[in-house]
């Protein structure tokens, strides 16, 4: 039973609290957490791994040959090179079989994840839950990505995965593909290339596993996704942030300055200004 996630210095907090959730909520002993780890010390390691205790935690590091892989995809300062970790991991794990459940990293577990795992995908290679978007917004992303404006599209913050199904098919390398001739028209860039390798065909699943309003009650949720609001910034009025707020009290965190939404523009900021300067050189 695997569970994996990907993590750069910039989201260190929030996936430690994402593996503190796991440990605590998610009800799944046996399972080992899978890393995918962009630019992190051993000691931002350890730390990660000890949030995580008492299960197993493995690292994948986003290396040279991880990286000239990826070298043709579009990133930007709201996506990131981890953010492919999604499209790369169930390629790289030395599992052949069984399930991978990826959970991006602003994401806590609430909930056992054992009806998760115990879910029957069928012959689907990818499990899902579809964006909670009106047909107009659908149909958008549907157009930029040359299929019926009605094709399901999900949201790839959550995903399980029926790893053999995935490697039959070469989802790996054909995301990738997608990723390297279309960057420049996909909106979502790696959630968009799943999108399009899957071509509809995936096992949906309840909201409930990928849970990410800002408005309705979170106590239904098995899986809550932070999507708009992150609950790591001081000030925010996210429906779900004392949930973060008391997982994130049991960890190497308990007693930091939360981040000013001021410091965090400035970070943004610095990220695209790195970016135009990569460039232009």
């Known amino acids: 039973m695997l569970i994996a996630l990907a993590t750069d210095k910039n989201y260190l907090e929030l996936a430690s609290i994402l593996m503190r959730s796991i440990a605590k909520y998610g009800d799944v002993p046996e399972a080992t957490i899978i890393v995918c780890a962009d630019g992190l ?6 730390l990660l791994a000890s949030c995580a205790k008492p299960l197993k935690t493995r690292f994948f590091d986003l290396d040279a040959s991880l990286r000239q892989r990826l070298a043709n995809v579009r990133i930007t300062s709201n996506w990131p090179l981890t953010t492919w970790a999604r499209v790369t991991l169930p390629d790289m794990v030395e599992e052949k079989d069984g399930k991978l459940l990826y959970l ?6 609430a909930k056992s994840l054992r009806p998760l795992f115990e879910t029957d995908l069928e012959d689907s ?3 899902g839950v ?12 549907n157009k930029n990505l040359g299929r019926p404006a009605d094709t399901p599209y999900f949201n790839a913050g959550v995903l399980l995965i029926d790893i053999a199904n995935w490697r039959k098919h070469n ?29 509809g065909r995936f096992y949906v699943l309840e909201r ?19 999507v708009y609001e992150k609950p790591h910034i001081a000030g925010t009025k996210h429906p779900a942030r004392d949930v973060y707020m008391a997982l994130r009290s049991e ?10 939404p001021w410091a965090k523009k400035r970070k943004k900021w610095m990220r695209r200004l790195k970016g135009l300067v990569g460039l232009a050189g």
């Open 104 to 109: 991006d990293s602003d994401i806590v577990v």
């Open 130 to 141: 579809p964006v909670d978007k009106d047909a107009a917004f659908l149909a958008g992303l």
């Open 208 to 226: 409930r596993w990928n849970w990410y309003s800002v408005k309705a009650d979170p106590s239904s949720a098995s899986i809550i996704h932070y």
């Open 251 to 260: 960890t190497p965190w308990a007693n930091r300055r939360l981040v000013s």
């Open 125 to 127: 290679a990818i499990a």
């Open 41 to 46: 010390s051993f000691k931002e390691k350890e």
């Open 171 to 199: 989802f790996t390398d054909k995301a990738i593909d997608v990723g390297s001739t279309l960057g420049n028209d996909l909106t979502y860039l790696d959630q968009d290339a799943l999108n399009s390798v899957a071509d």
